[in-house]
């Protein structure tokens, strides 16, 4: 098992109630579950995303941070948030990446795997 490694899972979903595709807003969450799966205790201290749509245009979101947390994940713990975006077409991806740091200095980058966003299925994919 690798030192530095961390785990993501993402279920996004479509909000209905909150969109406007008159409009052309199609607003997401999506929900993500960060497991230290290394041998060494390491905080997330920044996100970066990349967000898609359908016809290409490309948004980069970078921040400290998850949802005003930087948590610090012993081997084996976890860490859950929601969040949410919006597109201007009903289907478009995201992907990323954590930034850690472990506890004895070593930094290291996480990636986010890329899933899909779908409002015509009701709920995005991974």
């Not at 098992?1 to 993501?8: D, E, I, L, S």
């Not at 497991?35 to 967000?51: F, K, L, M, P």
């Not at 948590?71 to 081997?75: A, C, D, I, Q, V």
């Given at each position: 098992?690798?030192?530095?490694?961390?785990?993501?899972?993402?279920?996004?979903?479509?909000?209905?109630?909150q969109?406007?595709?008159?409009?052309?807003?199609?607003?997401?969450s999506?929900?993500?579950?960060i497991?230290?799966?290394?041998?060494?205790?390491?905080?997330?201290?920044?996100?970066?995303?990349?967000?898609n749509d359908?016809?290409?245009t490309?948004?980069?979101?970078?921040?400290?941070?998850?949802?005003?947390?930087q948590?610090?994940?012993?081997?084996g713990?976890?860490?859950?948030?929601?969040s949410?975006?919006?597109?201007?077409?009903?289907t478009?991806?995201?992907h990323?990446s954590?930034?850690?740091?472990?506890?004895?200095?070593e930094?290291?980058?996480?990636?986010i795997?890329?899933?899909?966003?779908?409002?015509?299925s009701?709920?995005?994919?991974?």
């Open positions: 098992m690798p030192q530095y490694q961390m785990r993501v899972d993402v279920e996004p979903a479509y909000l209905a109630d969109s406007d595709p008159q409009a052309g807003v199609f607003v997401f999506y929900t993500i579950t497991v230290n799966t290394g041998e060494v205790t390491a905080q997330v201290i920044s996100r970066t995303w990349h967000i359908s016809v290409g490309h948004e980069r979101v970078k921040g400290l941070g998850v949802v005003g947390h948590p610090l994940l012993k081997p713990a976890s860490f859950q948030y929601t949410g975006t919006h597109l201007r077409t009903p478009g991806t995201m990323g954590f930034f850690c740091v472990a506890v004895d200095g930094r290291f980058e996480v990636d795997p890329i899933f899909v966003l779908d409002a015509l009701g709920q995005g994919f991974h």
